[in-house]
DNA sequence: TTGATACGGTATCGACTCGAAACCATTATT
DNA sequence: AATAATGGTTTCGAGTCGATACCGTATCAA
């Protein structure tokens, strides 16, 4: 009998809770909750795609209306900004005002963590990191969850030459910088299924 | 430029956020919050010397007011009982109640979890462990906060004979299966700030 | 064209979180 | 004995959060 599963759990948990507290602290100045704090984060991360009410409550686990009235205080705040996406007028699109920007900039709310690891190998962290990663998946494809992940890997990535991509669900060209960003359209590669791009890298 | 820790983080904080959200649905039944479930989950967990609502609160990140009040609701729903501690009267001490126990038993809100890690080798899971092992102790040590660990690699843990322990800090003698659970008065052993993370078992 | 229905997002409600600060006993210090 | 420190509780106000109802837009079926 191993218990390293649930010392994992334990450990996962604690440092979580950490960065809700670091996240909180980051936030006090502008009186922000660790959810707002986070809200920015991700939008600074997600691609073309991801930017919506939607995709920002599921990547949080809230619902749509709690996500409403996250999304009406920052921007209340004026940390964000909201426009009408104009081919579906029901979808709102969110970004970064500048101000947001600003804060994620000063406010460092992740510099703690890079300090918490300063002592660990890279190789030793990308063996975490692969372990957790995995157990992301698994846990997701359990639960029935979006996956959210970057192109690099998802089923509907194509390279189109050198240095120009496309998704193959959407129909969009990408540029470089965008395919390293979260998207929840995100889709395993492999399993079985026919893909049409063979061309891997 | 290395962007694994920030990987890492990001994998932190999103299966945190999951298991959180499981401890959501665990609680949903006895509406219960995910912050009480993991309270619960605690008391289950906690040695002698850490099962007040200080210890806990230091735990979950909460201020001691906050926890009073998640207190309060725990005893109404009878899933805890508080007793005085003899010694100082100021001192309230909880465990769970029957029902707490049974709770706990039968929602399972850890089980998602080590399905999750079901495909992940034992050693990957301790290397992981050992890591991220490293990270909460230089992030607590970074923030002043208490560790929280087991006596297996405490300060103040002491051997007395092949089945007798003593915890040296607080002069009482300690069962094996105690010796296990989780303590506030934890204290890293090597005075250096180099830790050897050898310690699997 | 005209419904019916699905969908993205907002508004409202009630129970609860959470930090801050005031407060109350009890213990420690002097 | 007076004072300070300590463990917990209470109170307050802004905010979270799920549930539900609701609004406008898109889609689908006749």
């Not at 081919?87 to 918490?116: H, I, K, T, Y």
């Not at 300063?118 to 998946?137: C, D, K, M, Q, Y």
């Not at 395919?179 to 395993?188: A, F, P, Q």
């Amino acid at each position: 009998m191993d218990k390293s599963p649930q010392v994992l759990l334990e450990l996962v948990e604690r440092l979580g809770n950490l960065m809700r507290a670091e996240f909180r602290r980051a936030g006090a100045d502008e009186q922000l909750q660790p959810v707002h704090v986070h809200a920015l984060v991700y939008l600074a991360r997600a691609n073309r795609y991801s930017n919506t009410p939607q995709a920002m409550a599921e990547y949080l686990g809230l619902t749509k209306g709690t996500m409403s009235q996250s999304l009406l205080l920052l921007d209340r705040r004026g940390l964000i900004e909201r426009y009408q996406d104009d081919l579906d007028r029901r979808v709102v699109r969110l970004r970064l005002s500048a101000s947001g920007d600003q804060f994620l900039n000063e406010g460092q709310p992740q510099l703690a963590w890079q300090q918490a690891t300063r002592n660990i190998s890279p190789n030793r962290i990308r063996n975490a990191v692969s372990a957790l990663r995995e157990t992301l998946t698994t846990f997701q494809s359990d639960n029935e969850g979006q996956p959210f992940g970057a192109c690099h890997g998802c089923r509907h990535f194509e390279r189109l030459s050198a240095r120009a991509y496309r998704c193959g669900l959407m129909g969009d060209r990408l540029s470089g910088p965008e395919t390293r960003r979260i998207c929840w359209l995100y889709e395993e590669k492999g399993s079985g299924t026919e893909t049409d791009d063979d061309d891997e890298e």
